[in-house]
């Protein structure tokens, strides 16, 4: 019986997974997920990274020689780490990205998200990065901040895969599509290839519905009439599917415009959707409700290691992108007829996401330094007499 993500593959979607681990890729598992079991991609975050060096022990001999080697900043180790991992899984995944003729097949890696308001610093970041990994299947995360769109175009027009990440508003998205197709745009111009710099646009989706559902909450605390409690209650878990469907509306409207035919014409790739944040956060919905919801072609959705195991074994795979379009505009007119500010709900979004990722980023330094610290004192123990 075909997996899930192998039905999804046929309907145009690309099923990654938000996680990576070192000994999946030596143990030669994750080539074997991704020729059995449609695998399409890996997206990584420190919080990953941070588990994986202080809770575990497969970093520990590198750690070790890293700090022999007179490399002792929790910085510098992380990246040694971390690419040594993203090269590894990128080579895993590149029969992939040959066979599909680079539609697939990609390992994703975040410039500091400390960089996310400093347009110049991120896109000498993503540069250095990109180079660094020397992968043609990896993609720099950027953040879709009103300073990381500009990076994008700078990143797109030299040949860097970006992946944008933090997309919470349709204006949003819409600025990361304007930037990539600039980008092309400049590449075109300057008589560059268009066909080997590819992207998605990560589109979050149960972080949207956390935040408006905690509002409708306390207007439903408010409000006593039985008509206007069943209306209101009626539009919890409605925004983020919603938002989404919406989002590949203004996505589908781009590749039918006649500045997008040009660049495809020229053997550009489109910058596909992709949707994050797709677990269920509350419990009341169904676990693969985002997974279900949102499948149609050209798209990506990057899935954590649960939600990917239970749509594996029971997912439901049909193309439901394009139904419920008039009942989504219905959706966000009642939102906001409710008093929901949405751009209120999703600047916020964005403000609390790079702050989260910058903590994580902190927080897996701090994990770096202390197992680094346990390591060495492991070792002047041993030593003693």
Do not use: C
């Amino acid at each position: 019986m075909a997996r899930a993500a192998v039905e999804a593959r046929r309907l145009g979607q690309s099923i990654w997974e938000d996680h990576i681990q070192r000994s999946e890729i030596t143990s030669g598992e994750l080539a074997r997920r991704i020729e059995h079991e449609g695998l399409g991609g890996l997206t990584s975050n420190p919080t990953l990274f941070a588990e994986a060096i202080e809770h575990g022990s497969e970093y520990d001999a590198d750690l070790r020689a890293l700090v022999a080697r007179g490399v002792s900043q929790p910085g510098e180790i992380f990246e040694r780490l971390a690419l040594d991992d993203i090269r590894a899984a990128a080579r895993a995944f590149e029969p992939l990205f040959r066979h599909t003729g680079g539609r697939d097949g990609f390992v994703s890696y975040e410039v500091s998200p400390h960089l996310a308001h400093d347009t110049e610093a991120t896109v000498r970041e993503a540069l250095r990065l990109f180079a660094a990994i020397g992968r043609p299947n990896v993609m720099i995360k950027v953040p879709g901040t009103r300073e990381g769109v500009p990076a994008i175009s700078r990143l797109v027009a030299g040949g860097v895969n970006v992946n944008v990440t933090l997309l919470f508003a349709i204006d949003a998205y819409a600025a990361a599509a304007e930037a990539w197709l600039t980008g092309l745009e400049r590449r075109a111009e300057a008589e560059r290839e268009l066909g080997s710099v590819h992207g998605v646009a990560s589109f979050f989706v149960s972080r949207i519905d956390t935040a408006v559902d905690r509002r409708l909450s306390e207007r439903l605390d408010q409000v006593r009439d039985a008509a206007e409690r069943a209306r209101l209650g009626r539009l919890l878990g409605k925004a983020g599917i919603a938002n989404a469907k919406l989002a590949y509306e203004r996505f589908r409207a781009t590749l039918a415009s006649p500045r997008w035919q040009a660049l495809a014409a020229r053997g550009a790739t489109p910058q596909r959707v992709l949707w994050a944040s797709t677990s269920t956060k509350d419990p009341r919905y169904p676990e693969l409700l985002y997974a279900e919801s949102l499948i149609g072609p050209d798209t990506v959705d990057t899935l954590p290691v649960a939600t990917l195991r239970a749509f594996q074994a029971r997912g439901r795979v049909r193309a439901t992108l394009s139904e419920g379009l008039e009942e989504a505009r219905q959706a966000m007119g009642e939102l906001a007829a409710a008093g929901v500010r949405f751009r209120e709900v999703t600047d916020q979004l964005l403000a609390e996401g790079v702050e989260k990722f910058a903590r994580s980023y902190d927080e897996l330094l701090e994990a770096i330094g202390r197992k680094r610290d346990a390591l060495g004192a492991a070792a002047g123990e041993g030593a003693s007499p």
